[in-house]
């Protein structure tokens, strides 16, 4: 199905007046570790659905969840939540958000976020650019780190069984 938001310049903008509109840019810091999230909550399924059209549009890694309103005047709510800072350094290059307070905490919470871009050629981390030494290192010991995983958890489920 082709809408506007096939047009890249038009999704964009489309994305930045949802989140300046009914996002809102959330972190803080548990122990070591830094909580980020963009989220956007909406009683309306469509507009969550668009937005995650556009974010994969853009490569924006993100996740939807739905739950019951927290009191019966309040319907059944869409969240669509936007985690990883890689992801959120995408929608700082990608998206032009305007509202200034959401801006500046986005900013800032991805100013001190680490290992987001490869030392060797300065893509996401997520990205592989042929022939840059360092992203095929990091790629590599992700495929090694994910069957490592893979196995434990096989294990983990034949003891079980
Ligand atoms: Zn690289």
């Known amino acids: 199905m082709t809408t506007p938001l ?3 310049d038009v999704a964009r903008g489309w994305l930045a ?7 809102c840019v959330y972190w ?17 399924r469509e507009l969550i659905d668009r937005a995650l059209e556009v974010c994969a549009l853009f490569g924006i890694d ?8 927290a009191t019966p005047r309040h319907r059944y709510r869409w969240t669509l939540d ?17 509202h200034s307070g959401k801006l500046q905490r986005l900013r800032e919470s991805l100013s001190f976020a680490r290992g987001l871009h490869c ?5 996401l981390h997520d990205e592989q650019t042929a022939g840059c030494r360092n992203c095929s290192v990091r790629h590599r010991l992700r495929g090694y780190q994910a069957a490592f995983r893979a196995r434990r958890a096989a294990r983990a489920a034949a003891a079980e069984a």
């Open 62 to 69: 993100c996740s939807v969840s739905g739950r019951d309103g």
């Open 119 to 123: 030392a060797g050629c300065g893509a």
């Open 6 to 8: 096939a047009n890249p």
């Open 82 to 98: 936007i985690r990883r800072a890689a992801a959120m350094q995408r929608v700082l290059d990608e998206i032009p958000i305007q």
């Open 28 to 44: 803080r810091r548990v122990g070591a570790h830094t909580v980020r999230v963009i989220t956007i909550t909406s009683t309306d």
């Open 17 to 23: 007046a949802l989140i300046d509109g009914e996002g």
